[in-house]
């Protein structure tokens, strides 16, 4: 073999190396995804029918409507993950599992507990509760007994919260301890207290969901969805990494934090796949070898 053939010969196998690097012994490379958009499902109450037609409120969703979104969830790849993932994934960059979504239900009735706990055991789905935990085991004034009956208008026990828990299934967030209120001027809780007081309730709201489930929350939902950014500072200062609005929208790396969009569950969304953005293939974000 003449000196030019041998050089061309020993480019060639080099190159060779160089793309395809699958050699006896070689690395495999690490990849981490990074989903297009993560939707963020928002339930409140759940009950079933006539109740969830005569009721009052209008994000009302029947157990068997919730039901089948789970299926679809399940059928079509989703992974349900938890507020702590999607934060470590939002600060840190740290991978998701394919398909990744998030269901969370607001407030802390006693219909979740009722009706949605047996449908996320039966699929192994994971879901988050935002409480307000000042009114953990209360109960509102209804006039009409088949609602009460139905789990509508009472908030789950600590007892329940518990055993949510347990379940590995259900993790609780924070909808403030005592702010879900607005005055007689339409103004949210949180922006008629001092900043000092935000602080307190969150980490009274943090004590108490802590003590209860033996973790701390990193995510606060806010009351009615109302955000605005001086309310960072206070949460930070607590501890929580995740704000949720009721804007529509998914969440996505590089949004804000404590401004995320979640995707409104109401009572005619029957068909989940509708409601949802088709899911776009997910593409590497980087490779390391």
């Not at 969830?52 to 409507?65: D, F, G, K, Q, W």
């Not at 009706?115 to 996320?120: N, Y």
């Amino acid at each position: 073999m003449t000196g030019k053939k041998l050089i061309l010969a020993l480019v060639l196998v080099l190159a060779l190396n160089l793309v395809m690097p699958g050699t006896a012994g070689a690395a495999e490379p690490e990849v981490t995804y990074t989903p297009v958009g993560i939707p963020v499902l928002m339930y409140h109450q759940l009950a079933p029918r006539p109740v969830s037609i005569c009721a009052r409120h209008n994000v009302l969703v029947t157990p068997e409507v919730f039901e089948r979104q789970m299926q679809y969830l399940e059928e079509n790849g989703y992974t349900t993950i938890t507020c702590r993932q999607l934060a470590a994934y939002l600060h840190e960059g740290e991978a998701l599992p394919p398909r990744p979504v998030l269901i969370t239900f607001d407030d802390g009735w006693r219909s979740s507990f009722l009706h949605a706990f047996p449908v996320l055991k039966r699929h192994r789905m994971k879901a988050t509760v935002f409480l307000i935990t000042a009114m953990v085991g209360k109960v509102e004034n209804l006039n009409d007994p088949v609602q009460a009956v139905a789990g509508l208008g009472a908030y789950l026990s600590w007892d329940e919260v518990s055993e949510m828990a347990e379940s590995g299934l259900v993790r609780f967030e924070s909808h403030t301890h005592n702010l879900h209120f607005a005055d007689k001027r339409r103004r949210a809780g949180m922006d008629v207290v001092s900043r000092e007081y935000l602080l307190e309730d969150l980490q009274e709201s943090i004590r108490l969901i802590e003590h209860a489930t033996g973790y701390r929350p990193v995510a606060l939902a806010y009351p009615y969805g109302h955000y605005r950014k001086s309310y960072k500072d206070s949460l930070e200062k607590a501890g929580i990494r995740l704000g949720f609005t009721t804007r529509s929208g998914e969440a996505h790396f590089g949004d804000d934090p404590y401004a995320l969009r979640r995707v409104t569950i109401y009572p005619f969304h029957n068909d989940l796949g509708r409601v949802l953005r088709v899911t776009r293939p997910v593409m590497p974000r980087s490779i390391r070898w």
